[in-house]
């Protein structure tokens, strides 16, 4: 069955100048988009719709098709928070920041989807880092994105909107994208969340 192949063609192409993603981006989501559709389908010859499936499902296996290239992992021993606080503080707020970090406690949570990697106590002034970023298969940019999202809190209070409090507003979200790896960061974090979460090693 390796020959046959599942490939959508488009006949106008100025179709892609209407969207800013590049053309092979814009093209795996049409693609998706379409042939979601089709298997919608309740004739569908049998062999035809495992083809389609197979498609999608290599296709949805990169959550976020702008990032090609993975990132390697990070030592434990490399990881040193004061320091990498220094640092961004240094290059994204000219030095200005004056909090503390340190690590969480390895606290037995349940494992769910919900974990936060990252807290900012405004009171104490104090970030917080979970330990299971620590562990040598966690990219040093994923550990720097979370204390630089958790500094990004400190320099960017949460404003009242409508009578709510928002905590990730517009600025928040602005700055936090000034990050130099942001994509880079995120995309590991999609891929790899399920690893992360899975029960924690033993305290090194
Ligand atoms: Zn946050």
Redesign the pocket.
Known sequence: MDSTQVKLELFNDNYFDLFEKEKNEVMTSLEGRVLKSVLQKNNLPENFRSLVQAHLKKNSAHPCDEVRQDLAGTPAAEKDLRALYARLNREYFDGGMAVRIEWGKNVKTANRRSLRFGS?DSRKKLIRIHPRLKQDFVPLTVLELTIY??MC?DYLPPVKRNGQWQ??HRDFKRKEREFRHYREAMHWEKAHWAKLLAPSPPES
Do not use: A, D, F
């Open positions: 900012y999202h958790e809190h905590t990730h």
